[in-house]
């Protein structure tokens, strides 16, 4: 197998190096040759990745390599004006940005909640917004036990959602100094921002109906009702969301409690009692989603309320995008050794 990574030097795509070193997924011992993709003036750089020295090409100078995965994380514009060259060829093409999301034909996969949506057909792959994926994997199992009604929603939102852009800014308010360039409209230091991407005509922005839309088609449900407010926040890394959710059918909270336990990928901490409850600081670094906080919402029947917190260049973006390849990767293996 050849991988590429496309988007190499930027925040996700160091994430990716770290996950994939870490071979929790598959061990490196799978990839035969592996590709450091990122724009023009990059080309040359150098990149350690176990313990060697890669340089970094242009995505031009990657398709004439023919990997057989590319995970992109180069932003909307390079993924629809490149992600169909690399599928044009076979290759698989696992891509972290919002570009092909919603289209019909592209499945939008968290791996343990339809992972197994992904076989020879799926060429081009989609990765969810960070915020969705915690979301959604916070409620799947609950989702198939009482059947979701409506959620509302309100993020937290670290600054690396913003990249190398949104921690250089929040840094640089910290210690007094000017930012070289300003990801957000206001400081974001000691203050919080009520705003994630563009405003749409309706009021809502463009991270708020992310989590609308993506939701929706990750459950297949579109009579799902979801509102959302998305707010930046002076943290460095890990997304943290208050989410009420109301179901059609009643639940206990002791059995709610069991299902969030038991489901794949997430940890529940939650006790009152010795002040156990997840932060961004907890969730830092790992590749789970963090669950607390759960409580039923005693002003409307079958509603509770819970606190998720996630790592939101792991999960959220570069070790969801890693299981994906890592499904790719077992079910090409399988294939190849059933050939006699």
């Known amino acids: 197998m050849k991988l590429a990574i496309i988007g190499a030097t930027g925040l996700v795509g160091e994430t990716l190096l770290e996950v994939l070193s870490e071979e929790n997924y598959f061990p490196l011992s799978k990839i035969k040759e592996i590709f450091f993709v990122a724009s023009e003036k990059s080309k040359g750089k150098k990149l350690l990745f176990n313990g060697k020295y890669h340089e970094v090409m242009t995505i031009s100078d990657c398709l ?46 968290v791996p343990e909640i339809n992972g197994d949506c992904v076989n020879e057909n799926t060429k081009l792959i989609a990765n969810p917004n960070c915020s969705t994926i915690q979301m959604v994997l916070a409620l799947s199992e609950l989702h198939k036990h009482y059947k979701l009604k409506r959620i509302v929603v309100s993020t937290y939102q670290s600054v690396s959602g913003s990249g190398h852009k949104g921690l250089t800014q929040l840094s640089s308010e910290r210690q007094g100094i000017k930012p070289p360039a300003m990801a957000y409209p206001h400081t974001i230091d000691l203050n919080v921002i009520p705003q994630g991407g563009d405003f749409n005509k309706n009021g809502y922005t463009s991270e708020e109906e992310k989590l609308v839309n993506e939701t929706r088609k990750i459950f297949n449900d579109n009579n799902i009702q979801v509102s959302a407010t998305v707010v930046r926040v002076p943290v460095m890394v890990a997304h943290s969301e208050a989410i009420n959710a109301e179901f059609e059918r009643p639940f206990s909270l002791n059995e709610v409690k069991d299902i969030i336990s038991s489901s794949s990928g997430v940890i529940h901490s939650d006790c009152n009692d010795i002040n156990l409850y997840p932060t961004p600081l907890l969730a830092q670094g790992k590749d789970e989603v963090f669950v607390g906080r759960v409580r039923i919402d005693h002003t409307q029947p079958n509603t509770l309320n819970m606190w998720v917190v996630s790592d939101n260049l792991r999960k959220g973006a570069a070790t969801n995008a890693i299981q994906i390849a890592a499904i790719i990767i077992n079910k090409k293996m399988q294939k190849h050794e059933a050939i006699p």
């Open 64 to 109: 004439q390599k023919s990997p057989d995965i590319a995970i992109f994380s180069c932003g909307s514009e390079a993924s629809i004006s490149y992600a169909k060259e690399f599928t044009k060829m076979g290759c698989f093409v696992v891509d972290n940005s919002s570009a092909w999301r919603l289209h019909d034909d592209v499945p939008l996969v």
